[in-house]
């Protein structure tokens, strides 16, 4: 699969840099999806405690910064993973370009949801109804859930196909 006009973009900027963005792609797909499932676990702590209004608006405010800053790391994970290039589906095994081409492509549909699911988030913030909480927190779960399937990916391509990995001869 052939890089697209905004990959190879970014692709070209990473490329003349003197910093190797590339090699921080592991470490920061971490943080892209811990942060996420700590923001949900907290956004359903505070629908949880109505009852206390504090407490519930401390939990969801914690939850908010903790989404905002997952938005950041999933941007961040997929210029790292951009900057990789197209050097690592050519060093995988054949079986596994259709697994990295399925992995660049759910990148992309991820950072698309992710950013409806800012807009979305402002607008609750916004609006400060009930039913568009419960509504942000259902997508965010759905959207939780393609997050981890990508990182299934991510884990498969590396420990079945060795992507990203140097052998040393």
């Known amino acids: 699969?052939?890089?697209?006009?905004?990959?190879?973009?970014?692709?070209?900027?990473?490329?003349?840099?003197?910093?190797?963005?590339?090699?921080?792609?592991?470490?920061?797909?971490?943080?892209?999806?811990?942060?996420?499932?700590?923001?949900?676990?907290?956004?359903?702590?505070?629908?949880l405690m109505q009852s206390d209004e504090n407490t519930s608006k401390a939990f969801m405010k914690v939850a908010n910064l903790m989404f905002f800053m997952g938005i950041a790391?999933?941007?961040?994970?997929?210029?790292?993973?951009?900057?990789?290039?197209?050097?690592?589906?050519?060093a995988i095994a054949i079986e596994g370009?259709?697994?990295?081409?399925?992995?660049?492509?759910?990148?992309i549909y991820i950072i698309i949801v992710y950013l409806l699911l800012m807009f979305m988030k402002i607008v609750s913030l916004i609006v400060k109804k009930e039913p568009v909480r419960y509504l942000f927190g259902t997508f965010f779960f759905f959207a939780l859930l393609m997050l981890i399937y990508q990182d299934f990916i991510g884990v498969s391509l590396v420990y079945d196909y060795g992507a990203g990995v140097v052998c040393a001869k």
């Open 97 to 107: 370009r259709g697994i990295y081409d399925a992995h660049k492509s759910l990148g």
């Open 73 to 90: 790391f999933i941007i961040l994970a997929y210029i790292t993973g951009v900057a990789e290039g197209p050097d690592v589906r050519n």
């Open 1 to 47: 699969m052939a890089f697209s006009s905004v990959d190879n973009m970014i692709y070209k900027a990473l490329e003349s840099s003197p910093f190797d963005f590339g090699f921080y792609h592991p470490y920061v797909v971490d943080f892209a999806l811990v942060v996420p499932i700590m923001a949900i676990f907290l956004h359903f702590v505070s629908l």
